[in-house]
């Protein structure tokens, strides 16, 4: 069965420093990537996604993500946190093949230090 | 509406009762998720429907939960019985073409007492 792996559980950083979110999936299949942030009070909101092409892709709020197929993984990245990305953060993925039902990491909370 | 919308948007209801959560998808999305957030936990995958397919309900964690989607409309999540480990937040969201970006409403956020 598809499963995703985010291995932190909490994260803090100091604003302006950069940021590294692990995600690591299970599966035989192409898999299609996502991230997602949660805000406090607010609904989940997709930062970016990957489906084919660049392995490097670009999101909303200055993060991008890097898709390594040789290690199942699909990191979040941003080069300087402001204190208003403090939020949870979701990995998910859908494979071809598996009826597209988007499963969900356990989530990453980042914790911004001003 | 413009978006995704989930009512009640809290519920709080007795153990052993049976609740019914609503989920109206954006217009002309043919794929509707339902999931469950538990207090600090991720996203439980409970069912998914797409169009005219039989609905994968291979996230349902017992019996006494059940969902319906007439066409590609309105959907409902039916909990019978309900037990304090119910307790959550259920989410639902919509998608114009799966695996794409799906759009997630408020969450109906239940508590059993």
């Known amino acids: 069965a598809q499963s995703v792996t985010q291995p932190d559980i909490h994260i803090t950083v100091s604003e302006g420093a950069s940021l590294e979110l692990r995600c690591n999936y299970s599966?035989?299949?192409?898999?299609?990537l996502f991230w997602y942030v949660q805000s406090p009070g607010q609904g989940l909101q997709l930062l970016l996604k990957?489906?084919?092409?660049?392995?490097l892709v670009q999101g909303i709020k200055g993060f991008e993500a890097e898709f390594k197929r040789s290690q199942s993984s699909f990191n979040l990245r941003k080069p300087s946190v402001h204190w208003s990305d403090a939020a949870e953060y979701f990995c998910?993925?859908?494979?071809?093949?598996?009826?597209?039902?988007?499963?969900f990491g356990t989530g990453t909370q980042l914790k911004v230090e001003l | 509406g413009a978006g995704v919308s989930q009512s009640p948007s809290n519920k709080v209801t007795e153990k052993g009762k049976d609740v019914e959560l609503r989920c109206d998808p954006i217009?002309?999305?043919?794929?509707l998720y339902w999931y469950r957030q538990r207090l600090g936990q991720g996203l439980e995958f409970l069912i998914y429907?797409?169009?005219?397919?039989?609905?994968?309900k291979s996230g349902l964690p017992s019996d006494r939960f059940s969902a319906e989607r007439t066409g590609e409309s309105v959907s409902t999540l039916t909990i019978q019985r309900t037990q304090q480990e119910d307790s959550a937040v259920y989410l639902c969201?919509?998608?114009?073409?799966?695996?794409?970006?799906?759009?997630f409403g408020e969450g109906s956020r239940l508590t059993v007492l």
């Open positions: 969201a919509s998608s114009a073409q799966p695996p794409g970006e799906l759009f």
């Open positions: 599966y035989g299949a192409t898999p299609y």
């Open positions: 990957y489906f084919s092409g660049d392995t």
């Open positions: 998910a993925v859908a494979f071809t093949g598996g009826g597209n039902k988007l499963t």
């Open positions: 217009s002309g999305h043919t794929a």
């Open positions: 429907f797409q169009g005219n397919s039989a609905p994968d």
